[in-house]
């Protein structure tokens, strides 16, 4: 029984910044990889970055130097640094979160509802 609540999203000026957050809850969870997808209108869904429970991260090439990945493991939030945004990054932003249920000892995918990420010309 895990819970992803994304917020964050918007609409931007190309250049501009934007924070987006997923805030992770569960009873007797244990949050293992977390990660940031985002499917724009007609195309497949793409991972843009992942970072391991200890910290280590990796990024699709098309966002690397300017998106930033980060979490809070005491407070169970991920969080997405978008930094230099692009028309191209336009799309919507899901989180995933592989989560391990300790009393049934299951490891299960959990995914976000999406959020709006737009960025104007």
């Known amino acids: 029984q895990v819970r992803l609540v994304e917020s964050g999203g918007g609409l931007v000026q190309a250049g501009g910044s934007l924070r987006l957050s997923c805030a992770a809850s569960?009873?007797?969870?244990?949050?293992?990889?977390m990660d940031w997808y985002r499917q724009a209108a007609g195309k497949e869904r793409e991972l843009v970055a992942s970072?391991?429970?200890?910290?280590?991260?990796n990024y699709a090439d098309s966002v690397k130097g300017r998106f930033t990945i980060s979490r809070d493991n005491a407070k169970n939030i991920l969080y997405l640094q978008m930094d230099s945004l692009k028309p191209e990054d336009t799309a919507v932003y899901y989180c995933?979160?592989?989560?391990?249920?300790?009393?049934?000892?299951?490891?299960?995918?959990?995914w976000g509802q999406g959020t709006q990420v737009t960025v104007s010309s």
């Open positions: 569960g009873r007797f969870v244990s949050f293992g990889t």
């Open positions: 970072i391991t429970s200890n910290g280590r991260t």
């Open positions: 995933n979160v592989a989560a391990h249920l300790n009393f049934v000892n299951k490891d299960i995918s959990t």
